[in-house]
Nanobody
Framework: QVQLVESGGGLVQPGGSLRLSCAAS????????LGWYRQAPGKQRELVAT?????????ADSVKGRFTISRDNAKNKNMVYLQMNSLKPEDTAVYYCKADLIDYSTWGQGTQVTVAS
């Protein structure tokens, strides 16, 4: 099964930037879409951004213009990144990487992003 490992979370001041990374391993050629989701305390997990194998992207309205999703499909490597700029306190959440394959989906363990002064 595909395994996902996120990194890059942390504490940042409002208006700051962070870059999240997600490394996919095992059976990466079966991945159709990679995405980032987030879950704030007391709230449901929500979509942040997705990117397909062809490079098509989709963003939540709340992050459009501030966040950018990208992927690196170099040989033996499958990475997806989330560049987050102009961060706001309401962006505070655990951010999860997700891989959608033909017959199942899988999640990473999550990385905490805290936006506070």
């Amino acid at each position: 099964q595909v395994q996902l490992v996120e990194s890059g979370g942390g504490l940042v001041q409002p208006g700051g930037s962070l870059r999240l990374s997600c490394a996919a391993s095992r059976n990466i050629f079966s991945i159709v879409t990679l995405g980032w989701y987030r879950q704030a305390p007391g709230k449901q997990r929500e979509l942040v951004a997705t990117i397909s194998m062809s490079g098509s992207t989709n963003y939540a309205d709340s992050v459009k213009g501030r966040f950018t999703i990208s992927r690196d499909n170099a040989k033996n490597k499958n990475m997806v990144y989330l560049q987050m700029n102009s961060l706001k306190p309401e962006d505070t959440a655990v951010y999860y990487c997700k891989a959608d394959l033909i017959d199942y989906s899988t999640w990473g363990q999550g990385t905490q992003v805290t936006v506070a002064s």
